[in-house]
């Protein structure tokens, strides 16, 4: 999550879009978005893809999910290994 802070960082100080972040850097814009995305997700979903415990790619798409309980739910259910992917 630190890329993604970075970005929004950046974007709050220097007032600028993810598309630019995204030119400046090298990134896809759809890339930085995805990562800011996991910014809006709660602290509990955070904190496991923090330790590496749900990979980003999940963690998008939960930030999809509108209940943040039931992104918790099924973060944790990722975390151990009861739903996969192709479940």
Known sequence: LQEA???AELMRVAGVTAREVARE???SEAHVS???KLLT???PV???LDRHEIPWSAGYEL???TDPEKQIQLAMSL???ILTRDA
């Open 5 to 7: 802070q970075s970005y």
């Open 25 to 27: 850097y090298g990134r």
């Open 34 to 36: 995805k990562l800011l």
């Open 41 to 43: 997700l709660p602290e």
């Open 46 to 48: 955070r904190g496991l």
């Open 63 to 65: 930030s999809r999910v």
């Open 79 to 81: 975390a151990g290994r």
